[in-house]
């Protein structure tokens, strides 16, 4: 982001000295802002020169519950203590306490249990083909839909921008238009195995399915014996203010990917399914040499607990509610933003005017914000979040949106 250097705070020197370890010993594959953050706790982060942030996106989505959480963080130090890591060569019992708590909030299925998402997706794809013996390969993903980076989620992102330079791509994925339910029927044919989406898109900017898509994919999965996979990676395990997005639409997958939030901060990534498909991975066919580690299990374990001990999925309706009620407020009052998105703590706040811009204008107001799709400001809030801090981001977001627009 060209604008960052001209930032109205200068980097301060200890910063500068870990940007100057960066440039010589780290890949520089992402763009990052020139702060160094260094603690956390709650909806605030410090930076090293003493500044504090409201973070309205903490961890890229994967601090579901801010930062640093109290029970997660216990859980964490006394697990880590007893057994790290041992592999999936022997049974631990946070690994099938963790299976047993997500089976018993989504379908009833069974968890295989990796460390991202993409992962998570590549387990979702395996399962497709090994269904068929390989036979029936295809899978039908949405343009604006995201999956990760390795070889075959990359390959299930439809956006050509994420192909650049890698080709030949993973054979076998067809994109559809999002929410197109003829042109899924057209590019099923009988090597087609399932259907990869988002029922909340995140990366394209924060847009649940409209109505009746996710009904009609059930439909065509059901007629043609495909299997249905929900991407929740992004909107799973309480965001939306219910465990699952696919609960918000009455649709019930064969399949759901989930990671980030999974473990509110820790690594952590699983693909949940019905019994039936599952023996359909058997032994030897796939594997994650540190999936479901007793470390990831205790922290996901915590993070239920948590989520279930303080109400959390009902308070995140209410924090919804006061920030739907705030933005549609500033969308009557600002021509720059033309449409305001919210699913529980996934927010889309559509703009006519350059999202980089007003990230960088909140950094400066030290609020941290996140903007996908070029124009649309994305806030993953901890649903932890209160009711003083909803007011504040909202407001400082409000200021930061209408500077950037008055340079016209
Ligand atoms: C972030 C994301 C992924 C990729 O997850 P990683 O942990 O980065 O591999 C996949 N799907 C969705 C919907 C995501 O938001």
Known sequence: MATI?????????????????????????????????????????WDAEGNEYLDLFPGWGCNLLGHCPGPVVRAVQEQVARLIHVPNTWYTEPQGEWARLLSERSFGGQAFFCNSGTEANEAAIKLVRLRSGGERYKIITFQGGFHGRTMGSVTATAQPKYHEGLGPMLAGFHYAPHGDLDAVEKLVDDRTGGILVEPILGEGGVVPAPEGFLQG????????????????????????????????????????????????????GAMLTTADLARHLRPGMHAATFGGNPVAAAAGIAAIRMIEDEGLLDHVDRAAAAFRE????????????????VMGMMIGVELTIDGAAVVQACLERNLLVNCTQGRVIRLLPAMTITEADVEEGCETLAEAIMEVASRG
């Open 326 to 341: 705030r933005l549609a407020a500033l969308k009557e009052r600002c021509d720059a933003v033309r449409d305001v998105r």
């Open 5 to 45: 250097d001209s930032a109205s705070r200068p980097v301060g020197t200890k910063t500068q000295a870990v940007i100057d370890v960066f440039s010589r010993y780290v890949v520089p594959n992402y763009k990052r802002f020139p702060v160094c953050l260094v603690r956390g706790e709650g909806s605030r982060v």
């Open 217 to 268: 994919l059930r439909r065509i999965a059901d007629e043609r014996d495909l299997l249905l996979v929900f991407d929740e990676v992004q909107c799973g395990c309480g965001r939306t203010g219910k465990w699952f997005g696919y609960q918000h639409f009455g649709v019930v997958p064969d399949v759901i990917t989930l990671a980030k939030s999974l473990c509110a901060g820790i690594a952590g």
